[in-house]
């Protein structure tokens, strides 16, 4: 009898131990009926698990709780002006970034240049800063810009021309802080996009422009299609990243979801289940793109090809 | 500036530095229409940049190139019309790996010469046809042998109709079982008529295609003529030294 429970105590032992290393090597331990369980636990996606405990419960808080689904119904205009700005800026920005990443990869010294300049100033400034110096000095600046050019040209289109009338108030902050998003997102992708064209050797430029085609031609129909799937998974994690950097925008008093659950936790004064809901929507933003993006790589993955 | 030249591919004086190093030394030939051109020589003679040039894909340091009767300027204007006209094989293929076989061969005929869709899938059709591959028509490039994507290649040049074809060591990369099927293609073609400059030591090829061969060594031409004199008699000391390695 007490031989047996000795025999077990230390088999017992033994277990704590192998859990113990398995936790703290993350490594398989040996093989045996005990050991394999663990095994099986310890390669569990368990961040994955809390993610969705988490979830499970504002979700069940928002669906049962007043005060929640309350405050998530508040959030609800934010949270649509925080889709529209990420997406409209997103375009933008894979446009902008298109255009200076081919700057980046040109032999024209004034494009190489021009596109590097951007890229640099964008790569050196943050992005809180760089989204108020668009709003509030290259915005009103391209204004006086554009009143002193219609001032210029009084006498051809008139005293009170469409130049001069030009006014920057006109112009709400939304478009503003979308297009200054879109500005710093584009200094990323253009390095994104030279990285991918970068990628494709330098033959296949070769044969295309061999068979007659352009440089752009060959840009379009080779070398693109190429490097467009190969960047694919950089380009997806950005408009993650820039669906959360949108919440920068309520620093100019956007009303995006961030801004919508600062104002109603500064009326209402209930702070965490506020924030509580501010971060599940956005978990659950991110948490939904990335399975997308996931899906999307899947199937690319089997249908596309590279050499 | 003399007259544009009757030949189909005229070299004066070529020259081409990479940076400080000079590749191509000073270069003159001609190659006249339906003749076969074979360029040997060791590794970095500058046989390969002669050819590179001739469809400007090496902008020349110096000198003039005619192709067609058309001059090779600095200025780019033509360029594009120019390579239409001349079809280029790789030693690596480079064919388009996003692109199916069919694909591979249409492209360049739908935009460059704007054949319609029918049209240029009619010529696709039949040129894998004229290589031996036309069952491979619907595959992707990776799922090729060396040799077939070679030969994809030759029918994707050919497509366009080109007047001039370059190839260049067009069988190095391959397995030995695949290079007679490329080589066989390009025979054919030879016999055809087709105007060809080649850069390569498959011996059997050279002795039974080429019209002329020119000896290269450090970007100058040692020696030319043609195959027979230039195998069995050749008069410089170091064609023989060269022809002695290969021919072994």
């Not at chain 1, 001032?151 to 112009?171: D, T």
């Not at chain 2, 619907?138 to 994707?156: F, H, N, T, W």
Request: proline share 5%; charged share 15%; net charge positive.
């Amino acid at each position: 009898m007490i031989y047996r429970y000795t025999e077990y105590a230390i088999r017992n032992k033994y277990c704590v131990f192998r859990i113990a290393c398995a936790i703290v090597t993350s490594q398989p331990p040996e093989r045996s009926p005990q050991g394999r369980i663990i095994t099986r636990l310890s390669q569990l996606p368990w961040w994955l698990l809390l993610i969705l405990l988490a979830g499970l419960f504002l979700f069940y808080k928002i669906a049962t709780d007043e005060l929640y689904s309350f405050i998530l119904s508040k959030l609800q205009r934010g949270i649509l002006t925080t889709i529209g700005v990420t997406v409209v800026a997103y375009v933008t920005a894979i446009l902008i970034g298109l255009i200076a990443g081919l700057g980046r990869v040109s032999k024209n010294p004034v494009l190489f240049n021009l596109s590097t300049l951007y890229v640099q100033i964008i790569r050196g400034v943050p992005i809180l800063v760089q989204i108020i110096y668009v709003a509030f000095v290259i915005i009103p600046g391209f204004f006086t810009f554009l009143n002193w050019l219609g001032a210029s040209y009084a006498w051809l289109l008139g005293p009170n021309n469409f130049l001069i009338q030009a006014q920057q108030q006109s112009i709400s902050f939304l478009v503003k802080v979308t297009l200054a998003l879109a500005f710093a997102y584009g200094g990323f992708e253009a390095e994104t996009f030279r990285a991918g064209i970068e990628s494709i050797g330098n033959g296949q430029m070769e044969a295309a422009r061999s068979l007659g085609m352009s440089y752009l031609q060959a840009m379009r129909y080779i070398i693109l299609p190429q490097a467009v799937r190969r960047i694919l998974p950089p380009l997806g994690n950005d408009f993650i990243s820039m669906l959360k950097d949108s919440s920068l925008v309520s620093v100019l008093g956007v009303r995006d979801v961030t801004q919508e659950a600062r104002l109603y936790a500064a009326a209402s004064f209930q702070y965490p289940e506020t924030y509580n809901t501010l971060a599940f929507v956005y978990l659950s933003m991110t948490f939904l793109l990335s399975l997308l993006l996931k899906g999307i790589e899947h199937r690319l993955g089997k249908n596309g090809r590279s050499p | 500036m003399a007259a544009a030249p009757k030949a189909m591919i005229v070299i004066q004086d070529l020259v081409k530095h990479f940076g400080h190093v000079p590749a191509v030394a000073g270069v003159s030939l001609t190659v006249e229409a339906g003749k076969v051109l074979v360029i040997i020589g060791p590794s970095g003679s500058g046989k390969s940049t002669v050819l590179r040039c001739i469809n400007h894909l090496e902008t020349p340091t110096s000198g003039e190139i005619w192709v067609d009767g058309r001059r090779l300027t600095h200025d780019h204007k033509d360029i594009n019309a120019i390579r239409a006209e001349v079809g280029m094989v790789f030693q690596q293929f480079n064919l388009f790996p996003h692109l199916t076989v069919l694909e591979n061969v249409m492209l360049a005929q739908r935009i460059i010469r704007r054949r319609s869709r029918a049209e240029a899938e009619r010529v696709a059709r039949q040129q894998l046809e004229r290589v031996g591959i036309p069952e491979k028509a619907e595959a992707y490039p990776e799922q090729l042998s060396g040799g077939q994507q070679q030969r994809v290649a030759i029918a994707r040049a050919l497509a366009m109709n080109p007047k001039i074809m370059l190839f260049d060591e067009p069988t190095s990369a391959l397995d030995p079982e695949m290079i007679k099927d490329v080589l066989d293609v390009m025979l054919s073609l030879a016999k055809e008529g087709m105007t060809m400059v080649v850069v390569s030591h498959e011996m059997g090829f050279v002795r039974a295609a080429a019209d002329e061969i020119i000896f290269m060594d450090q970007g100058l031409i040692v020696e030319h003529g043609p195959p027979d004199r230039l195998f069995n008699a050749p008069s410089q000391e170091r064609t023989r030294q060269f022809l002695s390695q290969i021919l072994r």
